[in-house]
């Protein structure tokens, strides 16, 4: 239909309505910008944070809330204080393997407080190798496992 009537009505005749851009900028090939996805990297660093601190009672509720394996936990204390006349956690660590990363460290917090002694005021570094093999670090209070009480550990 619009071909038939391109010779009776002229292109610039008004037509009674205005539209709106119907035509577009020629715009040089220069005036474009490329996409760097450089610029929209999000930045990967990792900032080092102040430590959190967890009391010993907290340690009860991340417990509850948490599926840790005593057994094995009470296994390795009893078998290294067979060795050893006493233990800390981080010592434990030295020997044993963490299997559950952090939840082994909370585990053996939560069997101090029942068969350990905590030292008041005092703190040591634990150490682990996570899941992933990367080196983990925590503060964590200082408990003593003794051959006194490896028995309760059975």
Request: glycine residues 8%.
């Amino acid at each position: 239909e619009a071909l038939g009537l391109r010779d009776h009505i002229p292109a610039q005749r008004s037509i009674g309505r205005d539209l709106q851009l119907t035509t577009s900028r020629l715009r040089s090939l220069s005036q474009w910008k490329l996409h760097d996805p450089r610029q929209a990297q999000v930045d990967g660093s990792v900032l080092r944070n102040d430590t959190a601190a967890i009391s010993l009672e907290s340690v009860g509720d991340l417990v509850a809330a948490s599926e840790i394996d005593f057994r094995t936990l009470r296994r390795d204390l009893h078998d290294l204080l067979g060795e050893q006349p006493r233990l800390s956690i981080a010592q434990v660590l030295e020997h044993r393997e963490a299997p559950q990363g952090l939840g082994s460290i909370i585990g053996y917090l939560s069997l101090g407080t029942r068969h350990g002694e905590v030292a008041t005021d005092q703190q040591e570094i634990a150490q682990w190798r996570g899941g992933d093999g990367q080196w983990r670090r925590a503060r964590i209070p200082l408990i003593w496992f003794t051959q006194e009480k490896r028995h309760e550990l059975a």
